[in-house]
């Protein structure tokens, strides 16, 4: 049975950091892109970033240079390292596993997703 279990979401002030982990379970793990969605109340999901299975990755222009994705393989886990946070950056956060490496941040590349955490950047 496949499981993605994210964590590490929160209230932080303006201007701070936090790092998004997701477990994943009951695949090839190393096989699949991962990404990282969000989904502001009222707002369509988001698409955040993306790392392949090559560890190429691929960002949001809203986020580029504020957020970094990796992953560890060994441990089936991917991140999401957030900083300079905005309240525009409020949101759930997902992550997704994407089976064919599409290098794609439309929703419908993702085969796989999460429950989400919820991200809070008060104004």
């Known amino acids: 049975q496949v499981q993605l279990v994210e964590s590490g979401g929160g209230s932080v002030q303006a201007g701070g950091s936090l790092r998004l982990s997701c477990a994943a379970s009951?695949?090839?793990?190393?096989?699949?892109?991962m990404g990282w969605f969000r989904q502001a109340p009222g707002k369509e999901r988001e698409g955040v970033a993306l790392?392949?299975?090559?560890?190429?990755?691929k960002y949001a222009e809203s986020v580029k240079g504020r957020f970094t994705i990796s992953r560890d393989n060994s441990k089936n886990t991917e991140y999401l390292q957030m900083n300079s946070l905005t309240p525009e950056d409020t949101a759930m956060y997902y992550c997704a596993a994407d089976r064919w490496n599409l290098l794609s941040l439309a929703s419908a590349a993702y085969d796989y997703w999460g429950q989400g955490t919820q991200v809070t950047v008060p104004s």
């Open positions: 009951g695949y090839t793990y190393g096989a699949y892109a």
């Open positions: 790392i392949d299975n090559n560890g190429r990755t």
